[in-house]
């Protein structure tokens, strides 16, 4: 099954980690919140570490129902 991952709009900040984090999952929109665009373009420990490190912890990553960060 494959992973996962949201963002809460409303908590993010547009700080940018999670670009760096998971390179390609992310996109930064108009209103300088992060959107998920793409979630199978990093592994799934970048995108624990996206989640992790985001400031806000704005990003859920959720596997089988599983929530990994
Ligand atoms: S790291 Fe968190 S607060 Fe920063 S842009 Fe990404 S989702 Fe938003």
Redesign the pocket.
């Known amino acids: 099954m494959s992973v996962e991952v949201t963002?809460q709009r409303a908590?993010?900040?547009?700080?940018?980690?999670?670009?760096s984090?998971a390179p390609g999952v992310?996109h930064?929109d108009y209103d300088?919140?992060?959107l998920v665009i793409d979630a199978e373009a990093a592994s799934e420990q970048e995108l624990i570490d996206?989640a992790r490190?985001?400031?806000?912890?704005?990003?859920s990553v959720i596997k089988d129902g599983q929530r990994l960060a």
């Open positions: 963002v908590r993010c900040i547009g700080s940018k980690v999670c670009l984090a992310f930064i300088n919140t992060a996206a490190t985001c400031p806000t912890r704005a990003i």
